[in-house]
């Protein structure tokens, strides 16, 4: 068990809906980041979040958005869903120290169908 | 540019024998950290171990050690006495600047499956 917790493990909708995704970092982590892992991708970076800042942006689609919140918990909101956003969707946390490992540990993720 | 590569797509291993899994990897950036990931069946992401490139020592975390070789940028798992719980995808990444606000790239990743 990483520490992280993602909520919800699996989520069924259909195309055109919205969705939320939840993470909850490790205790004592400032910073979260978001992946999705695809087939035909692997895993992309999407989005970092430190102490409550966007810190780093990767290949976040417009349609998709996030934010961390004062208890440093975050959100990933997918919009307009298309079957191709089918995936698994982590969430990782770390210190965010300025040097040296900065491991991120990773969520159990959530993983998104589309139909 | 593949910032980071692993060509084997699978590996076959029998249990109790060592196994290396390859990584190269391709930066200008003088500070980076490479790290290598598990991924078992049931999904998770799990943390293996961590080589800083400043590093003088080869990483080492119970059976597992990183063959590092600078010059060479590679960044090779070493798994010693495999047991049949490792059977995974196993992928690597790395992390380039100083830390605190970089991206994970990771790699393809590769599948190992340990026969007993």
């Known amino acids: 068990d990483s520490g992280v917790t993602q909520t919800p493990k699996h989520l069924i909708t259909a195309t055109g809906q919205r969705v939320t995704l939840r993470c909850s970092p490790r205790?004592?982590?400032?910073?979260v980041y978001w992946y999705q892992q695809s087939l035909d991708q692997g895993l992309q970076f999407l989005i970092q979040?430190?102490?409550?800042?966007?810190?780093a942006k990767g290949n976040i689609l417009e349609r998709f958005s996030a934010q961390q919140f004062p208890d440093l918990h975050s959100e990933l909101n997918l919009s307009s869903l298309e079957l191709g956003d089918s995936a698994l969707y982590f969430c990782?946390?770390?210190?965010?120290?300025?040097?040296?490992?900065?491991?991120?540990?990773f969520g159990p993720g959530t993983r998104l169908t589309v139909l | 540019a593949q910032k980071i590569t692993q060509t084997q797509p699978g590996m076959f291993v029998q249990e109790k024998e060592a196994v290396t899994l390859d990584c190269t990897y391709d930066?200008?950036?003088?500070?980076?950290?490479l790290f290598w990931y598990k991924q078992p069946s049931s999904g998770e992401m799990i943390f293996l171990i961590y080589?800083?490139?400043?590093?003088?020592q080869n990483a080492t975390e119970g059976r597992y050690s990183l063959n590092f070789q600078k010059a060479r940028k590679s960044a090779n798992l070493v798994i010693s006495a495999s047991q049949l719980g490792d059977s995974a995808m196993y992928f690597c990444?790395?992390?380039?600047?100083?830390?605190?606000?970089?991206?994970?790239?990771f790699g393809k990743g590769m599948k190992l499956t340990v026969n007993p």
């Open positions: 990782a946390s770390s210190v965010a120290a300025a040097m040296g490992e900065d491991t991120q540990y």
């Open positions: 990444a790395m992390r380039e600047g100083q830390g605190g606000s970089e991206k994970l790239v």
């Open positions: 205790s004592g982590d400032l910073s």
């Open positions: 979040y430190y102490n409550g800042e966007e810190r």
């Open positions: 080589q800083g490139s400043y590093d003088q």
């Open positions: 930066t200008s950036d003088p500070s980076y950290g």
